[in-house]
């Protein structure tokens, strides 16, 4: 009885996981990344143009986002709004590229409303004052669909610091 069980117990897992197994190819959906590109564009140009409002960049974030990008956690659009309005009045941003891994996006769950990708970045910044800096670092994050429209719910960025200089002995 309990080997009957245990098989009935299995089968019926396995019939859960096979679609999101099924989902999970070497390639991504061409309309889903059409979809992740897109709303890869807008948090560029709204990078371009060093505008935090609702309007631009805070607005490619759902109402309970996480940003981590920094030391500690950015919760809610507001804050991430607030935190970019503060970083955008200092330091100013140009030559933002963003590029995505080819396997990227990838779908999460069966209902098509959630996906995550990962990739690297490269910006100049210059803080007021200062001389410009080249950057470089890695991304990923967690997309999904908030009223019809593809918003950020989760963001890391990590800056890749630049190589040490080896002292010789």
């Excluded at 030559?95 to 891994?101: K, L, P, Q, S």
């Excluded at 409303?113 to 803080?127: F, T």
Aim: proline content about 6%; charged content about 20%.
């Amino acid at each position: 009885m309990i080997n009957r069980s245990l098989v009935i117990l299995m089968a019926l897992a396995m019939s859960f996981a096979l679609p999101t197994f099924a989902q999970q190819t070497g390639t991504p959906d061409p309309e889903l990344r059409e979809q992740l590109l897109a709303l890869a564009k807008k948090f560029e140009d709204a990078w371009k143009n060093n505008d935090a409002t609702a309007l631009a960049l805070a607005a490619l974030f759902t109402k309970n986002a996480i940003l981590l990008e920094g030391s500690e956690p950015i919760s809610g659009r507001e804050a991430i709004e607030k935190h970019y309005k503060e970083l955008f009045q200092n330091v100013h941003f140009s030559n933002n590229h963003t590029t995505y891994v080819p396997e990227s996006p990838h779908a999460m769950g069966t209902d098509g409303k959630a996906m995550w990708e990962n990739g690297a970045w490269s910006v100049a910044w210059q803080v007021k004052g200062g001389d410009p800096v080249d950057g470089k670092g890695f991304h990923s994050s967690v997309a999904v669909l908030e009223d019809g429209v593809w918003k950020k719910q989760l963001l890391t960025s990590y800056v890749t610091p630049p190589p040490t200089k080896l002292e010789s002995s």
